[in-house]
C-alpha cells in the first residue's frame, strides 16, 4: 500500500496544534498524539478506521473521516485500495465534502 499526505496536511496540523499551544503545551501535545494515532489507525486498516464519505466519485471509491476522541476534528483520507491519501485535518463543524479538491481527480 502506498501512503501519501496532501502538502496541506502538515500545515493544517501546526496550524490547529499553534492554537492549542496558546492555550496550553500540554494541550497541544495531546492534539498531535490524537493525530499520530488517527494515523497509524487508518494506516492498520484503511477500510475500517473511519466512517464512510459519499462522493460518488470513480478515481477514489472510498473517503472516509477519521474523528478525534478528544477534540473537534477528523482526519479525511481516501482509500482506493492501493493508495491511502490523507487529505486533511478539519474541524468538525466543517462539511467534508469542501475539502475534496484536496485529491487527485485522474
Same mark, same amino acid.
Given at each position: ?5 496532501h502538502?496541506?496536511?502538515p500545515?493544517?496540523? @501546526?496550524?490547529? #496544534?499553534?492554537?492549542?499551544?496558546? %492555550?496550553? /503545551?500540554?494541550? &497541544?501535545? @495531546?492534539?498531535? #498524539?490524537?493525530?499520530?494515532?488517527? %494515523?497509524? /489507525?487508518?494506516? &492498520? ?62
Amino acid at each position: 500500500m502506498k501512503v501519501i499526505f496532501h502538502p496541506e496536511f502538515p500545515d493544517d496540523q @501546526r496550524k490547529y #496544534q499553534a492554537g492549542y499551544a496558546e %492555550i496550553s /503545551a500540554g494541550l &497541544a501535545t @495531546r492534539f498531535r #498524539q490524537e493525530i499520530d494515532e488517527a %494515523i497509524e /489507525a487508518i494506516k &492498520a486498516s484503511p477500510s475500517g478506521a473511519g466512517h464512510f464519505v459519499h462522493t460518488g466519485s470513480v478515481v477514489v471509491p472510498e473517503f472516509r473521516r477519521r474523528n478525534l476522541e478528544a477534540f473537534p476534528f477528523f482526519v479525511l483520507y481516501g482509500w482506493t485500495g492501493e493508495l491511502l491519501i490523507f487529505g486533511s485535518i478539519i474541524p468538525t463543524r466543517s462539511d467534508p465534502l469542501n475539502w475534496l479538491t484536496r485529491f487527485p481527480e485522474r
